[in-house]
């Protein structure tokens, strides 16, 4: 057997352009403020990703980038005045900050409205009391919507969720509760985390430990969803699962990269007009 592979990348392109049409019609661009604190390379990159998505689909947005120090006070500022400005429909904080500052602190003071990674107490909260009117977290939604597009079943289906992270792997649980799979979660002090493996029908890792889910681990015909982004030992790009192994198990795999990083974007954006929308409704 060798599985389907689930091309982010192509989708998230056909969802820019639906994007892209859909903000050309509007009379003012939607807009986000990225902060983006310190010097961390891979922070940069996304970031430089991220406004470069924007752009292509009409969307505006304003780096505020510091220097690693910083303060909670300065930031906090920056927050409030963001807040309050008509004009911004977004404010994302880009993580992680340097251990100086109180990130959580920092998320908790965006508007829920402007919340495009959907990492607010109160849109999480909202969520899990089942208001769907809130904004989700971009990673998340993306798998989400790589598996629906995929038409993969998700009803009644075991979901296996490794990582429980407060920006994937937990929002990733409440999504596919939602959506009536029986979810387990893994984290780091898992025992007996190949065992789990093995019972579920939809595996999404998102550890960051390269390579470390083995395709004889898994049932045969499970959909796996690697959201991981390591480097393997010659310094390639590579996920939480061994791709090659994996691919013969499984019945659909997403890779990495061109799996979930694309969505993550691409859902990153559409939280933009989302907010935008509701901001101007
Ligand atoms: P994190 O470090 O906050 O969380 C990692 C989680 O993995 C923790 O909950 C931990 O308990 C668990 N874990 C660690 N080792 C484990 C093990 N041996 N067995 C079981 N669980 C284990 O990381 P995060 O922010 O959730 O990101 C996870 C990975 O996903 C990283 O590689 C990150 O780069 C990647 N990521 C990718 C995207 C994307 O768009 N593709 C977005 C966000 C994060």
Redo the contacts with the bound molecule.
Sequence with gaps: MSGKIIDGKALAAEIKKDLKEKIGDLKTKPKFAIVLVGRNEASEIYVKNKQKAALEVGIESVLYAFDEKATQKELENLIEKLNKDCSVNGILIQLPLPESLDGQALIEKIDVQKDVDGFCPLNIGRFECGCRNTLVA??PK?VLRLLENAGVKLEGKSALV????N???KPMAMLLLEKNCTVTV?????QN?PELVRQADIVVS????AK?IKGSWLKKGAVVVD????RDGNGKICG?VDFESALDVASYITP?PG???P??IAMLLENVLEAYLKQNA
């Design positions: 971009a990673t993306g490794i990582g429980r992270s920006i994937v792997g893994a984290h780091s002090a898992t985390l998102a550890t960051g430990r470390m959201v991981g982004i390591s939480d990495v799996g979930v990083g969505m993550t």
